[in-house]
């Protein structure tokens, strides 16, 4: 079952524009991880943010965690064309395992 | 980050014959996983490929229709058994944590197979 939900499920904004998409889990982690996947390629892996992290940078990508509602956001800043794909969110057990959420498809448009 | 390669690529396979997928990682991990991803749709996670044991699989995949071997740490297989069109799906394996100093809890992926069956 999914661990995690990403909303919006669909995202388009103009290149430029910074992208927020966000992702709530149901039970506790260890740690939350943002893939993005081009289509019908495989997932590279953008930024892990732990248990006991608020806030994570790198490059473009800010991540936020926030442990008491359960959610997470991944922001994207001056978005370009390539950064079209599908956003998934991956919430890490105890047990080592994700779970991923159902995804956010971001179009960029030029 | 960890390179992880998948053989093959893609393939078109009829039902009720069966394919084996392999998965190698480009260092030792001490986990690796198997996840299916339907057209559309997210990554479910299949089973826990334990090395030189029975893998340990989730709710709703059992060892007959998806085999999983892992005879050391930077090798696993996956075979789907007696296919029908409904087992069409991306296939990605992934390896978490390394003996060579990455992060420890950063789960890496490989590039999948598309698996079409008629």
């Known amino acids: 079952s999914q661990q995690g939900e990403e909303d919006p499920q669909a995202l388009s904004i103009q290149e430029g524009e910074n992208a927020t998409m966000n992702c709530s889990y149901k039970t506790s982690i260890n740690n939350l991880q943002w893939y993005r996947q081009n289509s019908g390629r495989g997932l590279v892996h953008l930024i892990l943010?732990?248990?006991?992290?608020r806030e994570k940078h790198s490059g473009r990508l800010r991540v936020t965690l926030d442990t008491s509602k359960k959610s997470s956001s991944l922001l994207i800043t001056a978005s370009r064309a390539a950064d079209t794909a599908s956003y998934f969110c991956?919430?890490?057990?105890?047990?080592?395992?994700?779970?991923f959420g159902k995804g956010t498809r971001l179009h960029i448009l030029p | 980050s960890a390179v992880i390669s998948q053989k093959p690529s893609r393939d078109i396979c009829q039902r009720g014959t069966s394919l084996t997928i392999q998965c190698q990682v480009d260092?030792?991990?001490?986990?690796m996983f198997w996840y299916r991803q339907q057209p559309g749709q997210s990554l479910t996670l299949i089973a826990t490929a334990n090395q030189g044991s029975e893998a340990t699989y989730e709710s709703g995949f059992v060892i007959d229709k998806f085999p999983i071997s892992r005879p050391n740490l930077t090798f696993s297989t996956l075979t789907v058994s007696n296919m029908s069109p409904e087992d069409s799906s991306i296939y990605l394996c992934?390896?978490?944590?390394?003996?060579?100093?990455?992060?420890?809890?950063?789960?890496?992926f490989g590039p999948g197979t598309r698996l079409t069956v008629l």
């Open positions: 260092s030792q991990v001490t986990m």
């Open positions: 991956a919430a890490g057990n105890r047990d080592d395992k994700i779970i």
């Open positions: 943010i732990r248990s006991n992290e």
């Open positions: 992934s390896g978490l944590g390394t003996t060579s100093g990455r992060a420890r809890d950063t789960q890496y």
